[in-house]
């Protein structure tokens, strides 16, 4: 049992790097409406909370994230990433979070040390 649990503490956890990038969503968005003007700051504050909150968990990874935010217009948008990489020690994940006025879109690749 002790085995799996060294595993764990060096592995990408989806659902934890989720929870992470939500909390650091709602640290900055509040409910706020879509403001241009904030939108600069908003995705500062966002992808530098997640990745303070990734690199406190102590684990072996060097982390890119992005975020996108988007006004809520009736617009199109469509991304996609490609990696080459382990898949066995490597993971990434995307977030959207929908507000009434706004598209957050946050990317987080972990890349194994």
Same mark, same amino acid.
């Given at each position: 049992?002790?085995?799996?649990?060294?595993?764990?503490?060096?592995?990408?956890?989806?659902?934890?790097?989720?929870?992470? =990038?939500?909390?650091?969503?709602?640290?900055? =968005?509040?409910?706020? @409406?879509?403001?241009?003007?904030?939108?600069?700051?908003?995705?500062?504050? =966002?992808?530098?909370?997640?990745?303070?909150?990734?690199?406190?968990?102590?684990? @072996?990874?060097?982390?890119?994230?992005?975020?996108?935010?988007?006004?809520?217009n009736g617009?199109?948008?469509?991304?996609?990433?490609?990696?080459?990489?382990d898949n066995?020690?490597?993971?990434?994940?995307?977030?959207?979070?929908?507000?009434?006025?706004?598209?957050?879109?946050?990317?987080?690749?972990?890349?194994? =040390?």
């Amino acid at each position: 049992m002790d085995e799996f649990a060294g595993v764990e503490e060096k592995a990408f956890v989806v659902d934890e790097v989720n929870n992470i =990038i939500q909390e650091s969503i709602d640290a900055t =968005i509040q409910n706020a @409406p879509y403001h241009h003007n904030k939108v600069g700051q908003w995705n500062s504050n =966002i992808i530098e909370q997640t990745l303070k909150k990734l690199t406190s968990l102590g684990k @072996p990874f060097k982390y890119v994230v992005t975020c996108t935010i988007m006004q809520k217009n009736g617009a199109g948008l469509h991304c996609a990433s490609s990696c080459y990489w382990d898949n066995a020690s490597d993971g990434s994940t995307t977030f959207k979070y929908d507000a009434k006025t706004m598209h957050v879109i946050v990317n987080v690749f972990g890349l194994a =040390i």
